[in-house]
């Protein structure tokens, strides 16, 4: 089993729509977690943390639930340049150990 | 801009050949990456650093190495290139806790090993 798991879409939404994903780790001692945009060819750039009590930022919605181990993504109101992979990352660290995994990554297509 | 570059940004090499990838910061961070991303395997992590020649081994790092001989630099190198090889780099750098750990990337760099 991965340590973070995404669906990988693609998720195919007309401009407008809402839109949703959630993502999966296993390691029960992550503190942190984040989601990261990535446009075809380009680095990955952070979106937004993800805070326990949720986070909003915009049209974006971020949600982590620890009992479940998952945090979750909400666009509203979807726009064309929201088209991109979004990914999922957690991290945990301890001592010298600073790591980040990352999920492979859920594609977005807003059609017009 | 979160002060990073990587170099060079595209390379093609012959297998069998050494190949080093050069990451370059002016932040000062103590947390430097290096990951591969390929289809289907997200990124992963081959080395990483947390400190000036203090560098640890990650998940896919056999036929790797490292090396950190400064805080602004942290090299990667193909000891002999293989076509399994064949990835875009790309380099991490991690900020402080007042930035919440967050992880910021370079460019990345495109080898091809033919």
């Known amino acids: 089993r991965k340590e973070v798991e995404q669906d990988p879409g693609p998720f195919n939404v007309p401009e407008g729509a809402t839109v949703a994903f959630n993502c999966t780790y296993s390691n029960s001692a992550s503190q942190s977690f984040f989601w990261y945009r990535q446009d075809c060819r380009k680095e990955p750039k952070l979106l937004m943390s993800v805070y326990s009590s949720g986070n909003e930022d915009g049209r974006f919605t971020a949600q982590l639930n620890r009992a479940s181990q998952y945090i979750s993504l909400l666009i509203r109101d979807s726009k064309l340049s929201d088209s991109a992979t979004y990914l999922c990352?957690?991290?945990?660290?301890?001592?010298?150990?600073?790591?980040?995994?990352f999920g492979t990554g859920t594609l977005l297509a807003v059609q017009p | 801009d979160a002060g990073i570059t990587q170099s060079p940004r595209h390379k093609v090499t012959e297998t069998g050949t050494p190949v080093t990838l050069r990451c370059h910061q002016t932040e000062n961070h103590r947390y430097m990456y290096w990951y591969r991303q390929d289809p289907g395997h997200g990124l992963r992590l081959i080395h990483y650093s947390y400190g000036v020649k203090d560098t640890d081994k990650g998940e896919v790092s056999d036929g790797y190495s490292v090396s950190r001989s400064k805080t602004e630099d942290f090299l990667l190198t193909l000891e002999s290139a293989t076509s399994s090889q064949t990835s875009v780099y790309f380099c991490?750098?991690?900020?402080?806790?007042?930035?919440?750990?967050?992880?910021?990337f370079g460019e990345g760099s495109w080898l091809t090993v033919v």
């Open positions: 990352v957690v991290n945990y660290y301890g001592g010298a150990t600073n790591k980040l995994i």
């Open positions: 991490a750098i991690m900020g402080d806790r007042s930035n919440g750990n967050t992880i910021y």
